[in-house]
């Protein structure tokens, strides 16, 4: 893993050039003409996690001419055998003999992380994973793409976000709603200013991850249990947390705190990240949190330092509990994964698959403000791709989904306080409040340590 070779590589190239005065020749391909690719200058790519995301990512970046899969792991024998077998397929329909087989199967990250060939690799372990991982692949010199929620605490993200600038890595987050056209409309409306000032933003979801005592079972054989758990404390395997094989779920493990902050880390994140987008909080947070039933707050409610609230409701707006605003019917679900801005001059309400509406009506014909002026971005993965060639940030830099998980991890804490908190954004603490900062980092079992 050493970063000091006699030869440089095309890679290697690749990895100085951002930080030289003088242009470099350098393929075409790697300029962003991946129909010149060739095996040779191609990003070579490895999987960390291939379970249901991950897998989802590895057929998707498959179709991919400038990249090539190099390398899978997990430590799920079923699932690294599989990942393997669609990259090796995928590469020898292309080929008229059938036996290209470039792709490698691990158990243990750091053997893949070893090899100078993978330029960038793909996270989508799972919550108590995650963090470690990117860290460990941003100290092997390798650019990151990671699934949300980011990390399991407060500290684990921070310690990423230092990870990835102190070793000049690329990092995308896979919060994709920051690619898609309908939220970025919202975002750039909002922050243009189309409904005034705004006053709060409505979501919906669920809850904090809760301690759990499940009973020992036999570890399934092809599973490694121990490295499953990695930073996690040790506890015995359970088919809840995990079902070897093909994963009949995107996030059983979900409801343990051991593993995971809950639901509304593992889904709520994704409205936490459009709506700190579209607030212009991308490098703050939130200021105070108060758990459901408490500071006059009937659910989980954050507010910023501008005033702003952000509620998480359970699927609608009900009288007795929000204040419902002009035009709003209150039979209407808010979309998952969404959000309702509220402002002075209206609302808009935004959702996946292009769900976007407003009242008045009109605010969508508004001017969208200073997004209108850059570019659509063409797809996630693709953004990614462009940016480990031009050693830019992503669009959603860690940076920006380290703040949102912490948004998500902020509401856990005040679910397991039971109590308002107060928040420091700059300091990232909790000012004077000994109980709380406790769950800011969680010990890892050794020998993992980031």
Same mark, same amino acid.
């Given at each position: 893993m050493s970063q000091h070779r006699t030869r440089v590589t095309r890679r290697e190239l690749l990895r100085r050039s951002a930080a030289l005065a003088a242009p470099l020749v350098v393929p075409s391909s790697v300029l962003g003409n991946p129909a010149a690719a060739t095996p040779s200058n191609r990003i070579g790519l490895g999987f960390i996690g291939v379970g249901m995301m991950g897998e989802g990512h590895l057929h998707h970046l498959l179709r991919y001419a400038d990249v090539q899969v190099l390398g899978v792991c997990d430590v799920d024998r079923w699932r690294r055998e599989h990942g393997k077998a669609a990259a090796d397929q995928a590469y020898a329909a292309g080929r008229a003999s059938g036996t290209y087989r470039a792709c490698q199967a691990y158990n243990d990250l750091r053997e893949m992380l070893a090899r100078d060939d993978i330029d960038a690799v793909v996270v989508a372990t799972g919550d108590n994973w995650q963090a470690l991982a990117t860290i460990l692949a941003a100290k092997a010199g390798k650019d990151v793409y990671c699934e949300k929620p980011v990390s399991l605490t407060i500290r684990e993200a921070r310690a990423m976000v230092d990870a990835v600038r102190r070793y000049g890595r690329v990092c995308q987050c896979g919060l994709q709603q920051r690619s898609s056209g309908e939220f970025r409309k919202a975002?750039?409306?909002?922050?243009?200013?189309?409904?005034?000032?705004?006053?709060?933003?409505?979501?919906?979801?669920?809850?904090?991850?809760?301690?759990?005592?499940?009973?020992?079972?036999?570890?399934?054989?092809?599973?490694?249990?121990?490295?499953?758990?990695?930073?996690?404390?040790?506890?015995?395997?359970?088919?809840?947390?995990?079902?070897?094989?093909?994963?009949?779920?995107?996030?059983?493990?979900?409801?343990?705190?051991?593993?995971?902050?809950?639901?509304?880390?593992?889904?709520?994140?994704?409205?936490?990240?459009?709506?700190?987008?579209?607030?212009?909080?991308?490098?703050?947070?939130?200021?105070?949190?108060?758990?459901?039933?408490?500071?006059?707050?009937?659910?989980?409610?954050?507010?910023?330092?501008?005033?702003?609230?952000?509620? &998480?409701?359970?699927?609608?707006?009900?009288? *007795?509990?929000?204040?419902? $605003?002009?035009? /709003? =019917?209150? @039979?209407?679900? %808010?979309?998952?994964?969404?959000?309702?801005?509220?402002?002075?001059?209206?609302?808009?309400?935004?959702?996946?698959?292009?769900?976007?509406?407003?009242?008045?009506?009109?605010?969508?014909?508004?001017?969208?403000?200073?997004?209108?002026?850059?570019?659509?971005?063409?797809?996630?993965?693709?953004?990614?791709?462009?940016?480990?060639?031009?050693?830019?940030?992503?669009?959603?830099?860690?940076?920006?989904?380290?703040?949102?998980?912490? &948004?998500?991890?902020?509401?856990?804490?005040? *679910?397991?306080?039971?109590? $308002?908190?107060? /928040? =420091?954004? @700059?300091?990232? %603490?909790?000012?004077?409040?000994?109980?709380?900062?406790?769950?800011?980092?969680?010990?890892?079992?050794?020998?993992?340590?980031?």
């Open positions: 975002a750039a409306l909002v922050q243009g200013g189309a409904l005034g000032k705004i006053r709060i933003v409505y979501t919906i979801g669920a809850g904090a991850a809760a301690d759990v005592n499940l009973p020992a079972e036999p570890v399934p054989e092809g599973l490694d249990w121990d490295l499953w758990l990695g930073p996690a404390p040790w506890r015995p395997f359970n088919s809840q947390f995990h079902h070897y094989g093909r994963p009949p779920f995107v996030v059983p493990w979900h409801f343990c705190r051991d593993f995971s902050g809950g639901a509304i880390s593992s889904n709520t994140v994704h409205a936490f990240d459009s709506i700190q987008w579209a607030l212009g909080t991308d490098e703050t947070g939130p200021v105070e949190i108060y758990p459901p039933g408490t500071g006059n707050y009937p659910n989980l409610t954050y507010k910023y330092a501008n005033g702003v609230l952000l509620q &998480v409701v359970d699927w609608r707006l009900e009288r *007795q509990k929000q204040v419902i $605003p002009a035009g /709003w =019917d209150e @039979a209407t679900p %808010i979309q998952n994964f969404g959000a309702v801005f509220v402002g002075e001059r209206g609302w808009i309400h935004v959702g996946r698959e292009g769900f976007l509406q407003s009242y008045p009506p009109q605010i969508l014909h508004e001017p969208a403000g200073r997004l209108d002026h850059i570019h659509a971005v063409k797809s996630h993965h693709q953004n990614w791709l462009d940016s480990i060639r031009s050693r830019g940030r992503p669009v959603c830099d860690i940076a920006f989904g380290a703040r949102s998980t912490m &948004v998500s991890l902020l509401g856990c804490i005040a *679910q397991w306080t039971r109590r $308002p908190l107060k /928040w =420091d954004p @700059a300091q990232e %603490i909790f000012p004077g409040d000994d109980e709380a900062d406790r769950y800011l980092a969680r010990a890892m079992r050794p020998p993992w340590t980031t």
